[in-house]
């Protein structure tokens, strides 16, 4: 039973590029745990309120590896965006098997609202990162209701999940070597299967490439991939993501990247790319 | 006593903006240990040797926490800079003592040519920074002998000696947040105490206030400073480097920066400025 949402609690806080980065924590409603998220509120929020980059990361990660890693910052200071940064599952919780792997629960929520025990409890990432953070965010923080939202990894997939489930809601969508087709690698295969079962089919709503094929919003997806990645062909499948989008004449920019693998050094060289391209949805550009 | 030093062996590569953060380890003559150290080599250097920034990294640290938080391969990729970051003590000993605390012994080495036993033997990361790591540098890589110098704490206090030690060595320095004056705060009191000694007169060639007195090259100082810094009071004292400069009459531009902290935040706001001060020193701009 998930108890009630509170405010969230400043825990850290770091001047950074004429603005300021800093750390909450709540209560979350969606996960029934405490979540800690980041905010990087750029100088143009001060004096108005600004639209926001959702970012979500990938497996083993926290708030902080974004933030730390990939210079966002500098741009988006320049460009007057904030940048909201969940954490990747809930914490403090100790089901059997929680911890024991890399790719499975803690740091490796999938973006998704688990059905099976004991995960449906608290793994209700895709409920958290779509409705509650926004909302929260939104009341809390001197931003607008504009938002884009991007990701690396299980986090791009992530992002491509919530703008094409949710029509309407992001003016924008990019990724990083996103986990294109989860239901046909093993990344995916052993997180649904946890989270959702073994109806394969009930996985279907949760995969990129699937909806895709229905989609009735058309955001132009732009992706960046290494060709240097070590989990190109076994885990994250562009051609399928590329396949999908020919297939339904949805716009896709698929930038492979000679010589880049899944680091957030590949990130850092390209983010700047991807706040532009956000900027200019959000009209900041 | 110390082994021979050997050639550098590649043990990660990461492509980044066009260029390739890589990692070495190597066995050091100067500290009789293994060392591993980062070099950014920029897309220029593929096709002619660039000019090198040396960054000293503060207590706590290694190699990578400049790489990847300071957002300094994106400009060094437009400049065509390299830059090689040093571990911040030996590693892989186990002197009593060694690994107790965060600002004495490994992980602080403070840049010295320690003299007390059992320190003498392997803390003598001064030689290795000024001498036998640019030797291996400029035998191994694509670089000329042009050479910056700067670093953050520990490490800009550490780079403010290396250069006013050894004049015509360095083109240019510069510092985040210098331990200005270790000679008279807890960090170096007991950093130098424990490397040299009860001596206190011997402490003393290794304090940048000191040498600025009778510096025989006076080459710029750009200093930064936040003024939210923890330590700033305490343990870096910039109103000793300013005094120290101002009586010598030693160039400084101290640049106190309204709420910036110790983190790499602050670094990475600032960084930029301080390529563009080394690039244009070492005849890139």
């Known amino acids: 039973m998930s108890e009630l949402s509170t405010a ?3 825990i850290a806080s770091n001047k950074c590029f004429g603005g300021w980065l800093k750390r909450y924590k709540h209560q979350s409603a969606s996960t029934g745990t405490e979540m800690v998220f980041a905010i990087y509120l ?3 929020a001060q004096s108005k309120p600004v639209p926001v980059l959702y970012w979500l990361s990938g497996l083993t990660c926290t708030d902080e590896n974004f933030t730390q890693k990939a210079g966002a910052q500098r741009l988006a200071a320049e460009l007057g965006m ?6 990747t599952s809930p914490r403090g919780t100790d089901h059997p098997g929680e911890h024991d792997s890399y790719d499975f629960g803690s740091a490796a929520g999938f973006y998704v609202n688990a059905t099976q025990a004991p995960w449906a409890e608290n793994y209700r990432m895709y409920d958290y990162v779509v409705d509650e953070l926004p909302t929260l965010i939104e009341e809390n923080f001197p931003v607008t209701d504009q938002r884009s939202i991007s990701g690396h990894s299980m986090g791009g997939h992530g992002a491509l999940i919530c703008a094409l489930k949710n029509p309407g809601r992001y003016q924008s969508v990019s990724a990083f070597a996103p986990i294109s087709n989860p239901i046909n690698c093993p990344w995916g295969e052993k997180a649904l299967g946890g989270y959702l079962g073994d109806d394969r ?4 709503a949760w995969d990129s490439c699937e909806l895709i094929a229905t989609a009735s919003e058309r955001l132009p997806l732009l992706v960046d991939q290494g060709e240097a990645d070590n989990f190109l062909s076994e885990q994250l499948k ?10 339904a004449g949805h716009p896709l920019e698929l930038r492979m990247q000679p010589g880049y693998d899944h680091s957030y050094f590949f990130i850092a060289t390209f983010i700047g790319d991807h706040l532009e391209h956000h900027a200019k949805a959000l009209g900041l550009k």
Chains 1, 2 share one sequence.
């Open 8 to 10: 969230p609690e400043l």
């Open 42 to 44: 750029p100088p143009q």
């Open 82 to 87: 904030a940048i909201v940064c969940p954490d």
């Open 201 to 204: 089919e009930s996985w279907k």
């Open 238 to 247: 562009p051609e399928a993501l590329k396949q999908a989008c020919e297939a």
